[in-house]
């Protein structure tokens, strides 16, 4: 039998917000999604990502290694020892709900013996002042289940009315 997605949570912005945060998650799945569809209030905003355990690790134990493409240009960037995962600042975003999709992938995330993977992959619309497409590779260094996850924005940016955050738990066959 294939593995399926059951939604955990799902959150619908009426109104700005600076963080969006899912806690006390389940350690019933196999892994976690993370769906966010929307923006930020300012064109080319990344947004920010910890994760932990009954509190949010704040400590330099986030590493990543992104490649993105946008018409016209392609790179690279890695960043280790961080204080967070930055989520695709090459990439950037729309102020307009909708013209941007980041999938986030956290694998064995309740597994208590082994550090923590993500991959993500994040798509801008075309009509965007910084249209493309990314997709990385994340490290949290710690053994800990997650069941506390947080998004930030950058600087005094904020998420958008409208946008939406829904996470999924995958369990197996």
């Given at each position: 039998?294939?593995?399926?997605?059951e939604?955990?949570?799902?959150?619908t912005?009426?109104?700005?917000a600076?963080?969006?945060?899912?806690?006390?998650?389940?350690?019933?799945?196999?892994?976690?999604v993370?769906?966010?569809n929307?923006?930020m209030?300012?064109?080319?905003?990344?947004?920010?990502?910890r994760?932990?355990n009954?509190?949010?690790?704040?400590?330099?134990?986030y590493s990543?290694?992104?490649?993105?493409?946008?018409?016209s240009a392609?790179g690279?960037?890695?960043?280790s020892?961080?204080?967070?995962?930055?989520?695709?600042s090459?990439?950037?975003s729309?102020t307009t709900?909708?013209?941007n999709t980041?999938?986030?992938q956290i694998m064995n995330?309740?597994n208590t013996?082994?550090?923590k993977?993500?991959?993500?992959?994040?798509?801008s619309?075309?009509?965007?002042p910084y249209p493309?497409t990314?997709?990385?590779?994340?490290?949290?260094?710690s053994?800990a289940a997650?069941n506390?996850?947080?998004l930030?924005r950058?600087?005094t940016d904020?998420?958008?009315?409208?946008?939406t955050?829904?996470l999924?738990?995958?369990?197996a066959?």
């Amino acid at each position: 039998m294939p593995a399926t997605y059951e939604p955990i949570a799902t959150q619908t912005l009426s109104t700005s917000a600076t963080e969006i945060n899912f806690t006390s998650i389940s350690g019933a799945y196999t892994d976690l999604v993370l769906v966010c569809n929307g923006g930020m209030s300012r064109t080319g905003a990344a947004f920010l990502m910890r994760v932990g355990n009954g509190s949010i690790d704040s400590g330099s134990n986030y590493s990543e290694t992104d490649l993105y493409g946008t018409g016209s240009a392609a790179g690279s960037t890695r960043q280790s020892n961080s204080t967070w995962w930055n989520i695709f600042s090459n990439v950037g975003s729309s102020t307009t709900a909708g013209e941007n999709t980041f999938i986030m992938q956290i694998m064995n995330y309740s597994n208590t013996t082994t550090n923590k993977t993500m991959i993500a992959r994040a798509n801008s619309a075309p009509s965007t002042p910084y249209p493309g497409t990314a997709a990385g590779v994340f490290l949290w260094r710690s053994t800990a289940a997650i069941n506390t996850i947080r998004l930030l924005r950058q600087s005094t940016d904020t998420f958008i009315t409208g946008s939406t955050f829904t996470l999924y738990g995958i369990k197996a066959a």
